[in-house]
C-alpha cells in the first residue's frame, strides 16, 4: 500500500497530477502547500500552508512528496529542496500510461494519461511527461523538462535539462535540443536546437 504524499502546487497542473494520482489508486494526499494565495486549490484536498511548511511536516512523518508545478526552474530547485529534507519523490504513472520495461523514469517524474515511453527512453528527474505524449525509444530526457500534450518524439532525441517541449510538436529521430530551450506550439523540429533558444513553426526557425 502506497502512503499518502505531499503535493507542492495548487494549480492547473496540481489538478492534473492530482486526476492521475486518484486514477492510479494512490491514497488521498495528505494535503498541499503553496505560496501563491490566488491558486485554485485542489478539489477536497486541505491546503496546509505556504511551501516552507514542508520541513515541520517531514518531522511529523510525512514521507512522499511530488512537486506539480509547470514552471521548470522551480519545479526542480523544490524539488532538490525536498529530496534535501529526506522526502522521496516517487514516479507518478498513470495507468493508462505505457511505459516500456527497459525505459527509466527518475525521481519526480509524472506520466499523465496516455503518455508512451519506448524501449530503453531515459527520463531525467521532476520531468512532465504530459498527456498522450510520446517518447520514442532511446531518447534522453534531462531533469525538468516538460514535455507538452501530444508532442511525439523520434528515436534517440536528446532534450536538455529545463527545456520545453510545446503542444503538438514532432521531433525528428535524433535530434538533440539544447537545455532550456523552448519549442512552440505545433513546430516540426528537424535540426538540433541550441540550449536556450526559442523556436517554432514548420520547420522549426528561431523567433525573435
Ligand atoms: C513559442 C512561444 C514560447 C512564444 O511565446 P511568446 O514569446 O509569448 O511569443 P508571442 O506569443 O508574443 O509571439 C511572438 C511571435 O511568434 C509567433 N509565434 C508564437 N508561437 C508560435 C508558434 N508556436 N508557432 C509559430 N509562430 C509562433 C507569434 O505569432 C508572433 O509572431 P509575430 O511577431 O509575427 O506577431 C509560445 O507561443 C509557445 O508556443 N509556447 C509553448 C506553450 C506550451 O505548449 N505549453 C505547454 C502547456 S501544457
Redesign the pocket.
Same mark, same amino acid.
Given at each position: 500500500m502506497k502512503a499518502p504524499l505531499l503535493l507542492v502546487g495548487a494549480g492547473g497542473h496540481g489538478r492534473a497530477v492530482l486526476e492521475t494520482l486518484r486514477d492510479a489508486g494512490w491514497p488521498e494526499p495528505a494535503g498541499v502547500l503553496d505560496d501563491n494565495p490566488a491558486s485554485m486549490g485542489l478539489p477536497g484536498i486541505r491546503l496546509l500552508g505556504k511551501l516552507a511548511m514542508a520541513e515541520a511536516l517531514r518531522g511529523q512523518g510525512l514521507a512522499l512528496a511530488h512537486v506539480a508545478l *509547470?514552471d521548470n526552474a522551480r519545479r526542480r530547485a523544490l524539488g532538490e529542496w525536498l529530496l534535501s529534507l529526506g522526502y522521496a519523490l516517487p514516479e507518478i504513472r498513470h495507468p493508462s500510461a505505457i511505459i516500456a520495461g527497459t525505459a527509466q523514469l527518475s525521481a519526480g517524474v509524472v506520466a499523465m494519461p496516455r503518455v508512451v515511453v519506448g524501449a530503453a527512453a531515459r527520463v531525467g528527474s521532476h520531468t512532465i511527461l504530459?498527456t498522450g505524449c510520446i517518447v520514442e525509444h532511446d531518447c534522453a530526457l534531462g531533469h525538468a523538462v516538460?514535455i $507538452?500534450?501530444a508532442a511525439t518524439l523520434g528515436g534517440g532525441v536528446r532534450v536538455g535539462d529545463g527545456a @520545453?517541449i510545446? @503542444?503538438g510538436v514532432s521531433v525528428k529521430p535524433g535530434v538533440s535540443i539544447g537545455a532550456e530551450a523552448?519549442v *512552440?506550439?505545433? $513546430?516540426a523540429v528537424v535540426a538540433d536546437v541550441a540550449p536556450g533558444l526559442?523556436v517554432? *513553426?514548420v520547420p522549426a526557425m528561431p @523567433?525573435?
Open positions: *509547470g504530459n516538460h $507538452a500534450p @520545453l510545446g @503542444l523552448i *512552440g506550439v505545433g $513546430a526559442r517554432a *513553426g @523567433l525573435g
